[in-house]
């Protein structure tokens, strides 16, 4: 499927890749091709460093979907991971970054080694699993868009948001384990220490809830004819690299990904400057072998796009970019 039969189609498009690579642009020019295909399309910034307003040209409150001006269907999103924490933190009654406190009497017991294991894990990147909450609301309950692109930050983030399901699952099979082990005996000593009312703990529950909602999430994230990740790159030794290792995982979770764009390429023109011609000829190898292997031996469809002159920011310029990315 080509980048625009996607916009057209799926529901849901990621972009990721390395930092400064272009994915926010790439991310931001889709979204607004989409909402004028008259998809009506909301697009989302996952990454603390948010830059999709700047991108946009216009200031996005933090954590408030906001109509984008001039662009008919089009909604921006910069997730406020820290606002999620605090949403969490009045739902359970505690705070996830804080560890769970062990009673000094439980020194003694024989569970000491299984409590220390859950204990010296503080719940795993707990900061993205909010971020992720927020994405999971628009992958899994009901909303009015048609289409959602994620923007999502650079590969090392991206890869830990896809590994939440399994490191949740982990920490929660620990707690289960535990919680059979001491059920009744801390039943007891809880009678016996505490003075009667019980402060009911649905710490355990709401871990549940999340890790089964990040699985259903992932049967849609899973599905070609629902998500695909678009890769973006530069044509650079490191970018290679960096690329090959997203690519694993995604293949490893079993993302669809489709196209790689192979960003800011100098272009071979004849009055180029000895600097730019350098450049041009560093690439032009990197190219070669980006060819060679994500297309030839991987399958993947590759989109090449030419290094603008000027910053690629604001509607007219994410027009004229959209043009070459999607054709
Ligand atoms: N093809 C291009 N030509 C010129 N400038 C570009 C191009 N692609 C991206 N840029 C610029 O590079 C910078 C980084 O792009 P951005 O999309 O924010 O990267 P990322 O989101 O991957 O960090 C921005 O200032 C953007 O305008
Ligand atoms: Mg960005």
């Not at 569970?111 to 795993?124: F, Y």
């Not at 350098?278 to 070669?288: C, F, G, Y």
Request: glycine share 8%; aromatic share 6%; with cysteine.
């Amino acid at each position: 499927m080509n980048l625009s039969e996607m916009l057209l189609k799926l529901k849901i498009i990621m972009f990721g890749g390395k930092g400064g690579v272009g994915k926010t642009t790439c991310a931001s020019s889709s979204a607004i091709w989409a909402a004028e295909h008259g998809r009506n399309t909301l697009i989302i910034s996952t990454d603390p460093a948010h830059s999709l307003g700047d991108s946009l040209g216009i200031a996005l409150p933090p954590g408030e979907p906001t109509k984008i001006p001039g662009v008919e269907g089009l909604t921006a999103l910069e997730i406020d991971p820290k606002a999620d924490m605090s949403e969490y933190k009045g739902l359970t009654g505690m705070s996830p970054v804080e560890r769970m406190e062990i009673p000094d009497i439980m020194g003694e017991l024989p569970m000491m080694e299984d409590l220390q294991d859950i204990t010296s894990m503080s719940p795993p990147g707990i900061d993205e699993v909010f971020a992720l909450l927020k994405v999971l609301e628009f992958i899994e309950t009901d909303h009015d868009y048609d289409l959602v692109i994620f923007d999502t930050a650079p590969t090392g983030h991206t890869l830990r948001f896809l590994s939440l399901p399994e490191t949740l699952s982990g920490w929660i099979g620990k707690l289960l384990k535990l919680r059979l082990k001491l059920g009744n005996l801390m039943g007891m000593m809880k009678s016996l220490f505490t003075s009667g009312e019980k402060k009911k703990d649905n710490s355990l529950e709401v871990l549940e809830r999340l890790k089964d909602s990040i699985i259903r999430a992932r049967d849609d994230l899973t599905n070609p004819m629902i998500n695909s990740f678009v890769v973006v790159m530069i044509a650079e030794e490191m970018a290679i690299s960096e690329t090959g290792r997203l690519l694993n995982e995604l293949l490893k979770y079993n993302i669809p990904i489709s196209n790689i764009v192979v960003n800011q390429l100098y272009l071979d023109e004849e009055d180029l400057c000895d600097f730019c011609q350098s450049r041009r000829k560093m690439q032009a190898s990197n190219l070669l072998k980006i060819q060679k292997v994500f297309r030839d031996k991987l399958g993947k469809e590759l989109i090449e796009i030419p290094l603008f002159r000027g910053e690629i920011r604001e509607y007219d310029n994410l027009k004229i970019f959209g043009e070459q990315l999607i054709k």
